[in-house]
């Protein structure tokens, strides 16, 4: 049985096939692509970070867990941090949806996934999403982007889709007309901007950076969102979709 991303697929390929003279019989592409394993392709969501990202000040002692993950720019490891020290942090939203028509699996095996005891849960894939800042008029990056490398999951489903992969450690995935979201509160789900100064930015989330999964579509990867930094408050604008 076909999922219902590869059945509207199946469907606008006999649409076409059909407009352009019936090169082919129904039968004979229905049966091609019974064979056909089809593949994932991620989409970042650039309305859903745009509509909540915001700065927030943290003490260290309450950072370790994002620490030990490296989850911070790289003077709060300097051995003069104490733990009342704060850090910046921009926090942002991340939503991906696989609408390609195949799961998109990560390549370790699961008894290569590591387990991480503070946040108690495994990850699956080194690098999931990366994300930067970038100094908007030359585009050098001015904050150590981070790696992340979440526990991939389906979160939410499109109607009708039932969700079938979960945060445990034998099936991690996100399946095709699923999403898999992480909210602006989670561990992680930020860059440290402590040593930023204010000005105008961009935010740039590209997913499945290096392109370690095959998709069938890596020109939709990445995020780019214009921030306005005060120091105190921060506005992500124009978020969009790029190459």
Known sequence: AFTSARRIFLER??????????????????????YFPGLPDLIPDPYYIQAASYIQRVQMYTLRCAAEEN????SAYNSRVRDLDYRVLLRFPQRVKNQGTA????????????????????????????YDLLDAPTGRKVAEGHKASFCLEDT???????????????????????????????DCQWIDITDVSPGDYILKVTVNPGFQVQESDFSNNVVRCDIRYTGSYVQAYNCRITG
Not at 13 to 34: A, M, Q, T, V
Not at 71 to 74: A, N, V
């Open 13 to 34: 390929l006999l649409i076409c096939n059909r407009s352009i003279g019936r090169f082919l019989s129904d039968n004979l592409i229905i049966k091609f692509y019974e």
């Open 71 to 74: 989850c911070l720019s790289s």
């Open 103 to 130: 799961d998109f699996l990560p390549v370790k095996p699961h008894h290569q996934w590591e387990w991480h005891s503070c946040h108690q849960h495994y990850h699956s894939m080194d690098a999931f999403s990366n």
């Open 156 to 186: 939410s489903c499109d109607p009708g889709v039932r969700r079938r992969y979960a945060c445990t450690a034998h099936t991690q995935g996100l399946g095709p007309g699923c999403y898999d979201t992480y909210h602006a509160n989670i």
